[in-house]
């Protein structure tokens, strides 16, 4: 059986390094799409805009639950979904997705949500992708129905078996955005480096700790002065880097307002990077 597809590990972590050393600021859209043609256009779409781009299957809500019927069903229907459902696709479809697309200049990562990613991280390890987001609380909290435990169990074992399975994969926390702009910046802090120590502990040697634009730069900035001081200290012996998420809190109803809020997120973007 042919496996070239499994060798592009370590994708991810290389071209971090790579945009770092360059003192370039990596920039990753949120996307998804269940149609598989739409979506592969959709990469296409990033890679095309420039350097320095990551692109992202961002999973359906459907998939995020366990359940991988519902979304055939709705794309049988003809119905949208609100992302792409990388197990009810069968893995050759989702090649057909990445082909042309992934690869050393452009890394794409699994965005999904749920408390329970072992079968998620199955297909990834399928399909050759080594980068995904998430975490035992923080896709646990927000997004789950089951208990704390049961979801820090799930994520144990599903993290040991990227560890296992690939070479040098990246978990991004997803803590630095846990409840929104309902949590103080030091819980989100606090949940990012927590989370990095988890994936560490599951033998995961490549990891990102991330924080979301709140409405104070001020302080955010002293957020994350404080993560990376705190992974520098906690995570020196592993890969990793921050991520800044854009503002995810609730947007203004005028076309104007929202895309003011759009253009002053880019730039304190710029602004955190520079000072980072």
């Given at each position: 059986?042919?496996?070239?597809?499994?060798?592009?590990?370590?994708?991810?972590?290389?071209?971090?390094?790579?945009?770092?050393?360059?003192?370039?600021?990596?920039?990753?859209?949120?996307?998804?799409?269940?149609?598989?043609?739409?979506?592969?256009?959709?990469?296409?779409?990033?890679?095309?805009?420039?350097?320095?781009?990551?692109?992202?299957?961002?999973?359906?809500?459907?998939?995020?639950?366990?359940?991988?019927?519902?979304?055939?069903?709705?794309?049988?229907?003809?119905?949208?979904?609100?992302?792409?459902?990388?197990?009810?696709?069968?893995?050759?479809?989702?090649?057909?997705?990445?082909?042309?697309?992934?690869?050393?200049?452009?890394?794409?990562?699994?965005?999904?949500?749920?408390?329970?990613?072992?079968?998620?991280?199955?297909?990834?390890?399928?399909?050759?992708?080594?980068?995904?987001?998430?975490?035992?609380?923080?896709?646990?909290?927000?997004?789950?129905?089951?208990?704390?435990?049961?979801?820090?169990?799930?994520?144990?074992?599903?993290?040991?078996?990227?560890?296992?399975?690939?070479?040098?994969?990246?978990?991004?926390?997803?803590?630095?955005?846990?409840?929104?702009?309902?949590?103080?910046?030091?819980?989100?802090?606090?949940?990012?480096?927590?989370?990095?120590?988890?994936?560490?502990?599951?033998g995961i040697t490549s990891v990102s700790l991330s924080y979301a634009q709140g409405t104070s730069f001020a302080?955010?900035?002293?957020?994350?002065?404080?993560?990376?001081?705190?992974?520098?200290?906690?995570?020196?012996?592993?890969?990793?880097?921050?991520?800044?998420?854009?503002?995810?809190?609730?947007?203004?109803?005028?076309?104007?307002?929202?895309?003011?809020?759009?253009?002053?997120?880019?730039?304190?973007?710029?602004?955190?990077?520079?000072?980072?």
């Open positions: 059986m042919h496996h070239s597809h499994v060798l592009r590990s370590g994708i991810f972590p290389r071209f971090i390094c790579d945009a770092r050393s360059r003192g370039q600021l990596v920039l990753q859209p949120r996307m998804g799409w269940g149609d598989p043609a739409v979506m592969h256009e959709a990469l296409l779409s990033v890679k095309a805009s420039g350097p320095d781009l990551v692109g992202t299957l961002t999973l359906d809500s459907y998939t995020r639950t366990g359940d991988y019927r519902s979304p055939l069903v709705c794309l049988r229907e003809g119905q949208a979904l609100n992302g792409y459902p990388i197990i009810s696709h069968s893995a050759a479809v989702t090649r057909d997705v990445l082909a042309g697309v992934y690869g050393e200049q452009f890394p794409v990562q699994v965005r999904h949500g749920t408390p329970r990613p072992q079968s998620i991280f199955r297909r990834m390890i399928e399909l050759g992708l080594d980068a995904t987001e998430g975490g035992p609380v923080s896709y646990c909290v927000p997004y789950g129905r089951i208990p704390l435990d049961v979801a820090v169990v799930a994520w144990e074992e599903g993290c040991r078996l990227l560890a296992d399975q690939v070479e040098q994969a990246h978990v991004e926390s997803f803590g630095g955005c846990l409840m929104g702009q309902l949590c103080p910046p030091s819980l989100l802090v606090a949940m990012s480096i927590l989370e990095g120590l988890f994936f560490r502990s599951c302080q955010d900035l002293g957020a994350l002065r404080v993560l990376r001081e705190l992974a520098q200290h906690f995570l020196s012996d592993i890969d990793w880097h921050v991520v800044l998420y854009t503002y995810m809190g609730l947007f203004p109803r005028t076309p104007t307002g929202a895309i003011r809020l759009i253009v002053d997120s880019a730039a304190w973007h710029k602004k955190a990077a520079a000072r980072g």
